[in-house]
């Protein structure tokens, strides 16, 4: 009974974690983006061609 009831808990909730991870990318600012991605071991230069920015402005969200 246990194990039915997480599935069913678990079916319904990520859904709506991908719902909130969509939501939550597409309202990040560049510089909360940049820092993500750099978390994720992408180079700066990798960085600026993904989010259309130059590597100069990666480099000032980087520093800040």
Do not use: C, E, H
Not at 34 to 54: C, F, M
């Amino acid at each position: 009974m246990l194990t039915a009831t997480f599935l069913v808990i678990w079916k319904l909730l990520l859904p709506l974690l991908l719902v909130v991870a969509v939501i939550d990318w597409l309202t990040a600012s560049n510089d909360r983006r940049v820092r993500i991605l750099r978390r994720t071991g992408l180079t700066q230069q990798q960085i600026a061609t993904r989010l259309n920015l130059s590597v100069y402005r990666v480099r000032k969200a980087l520093a800040q």
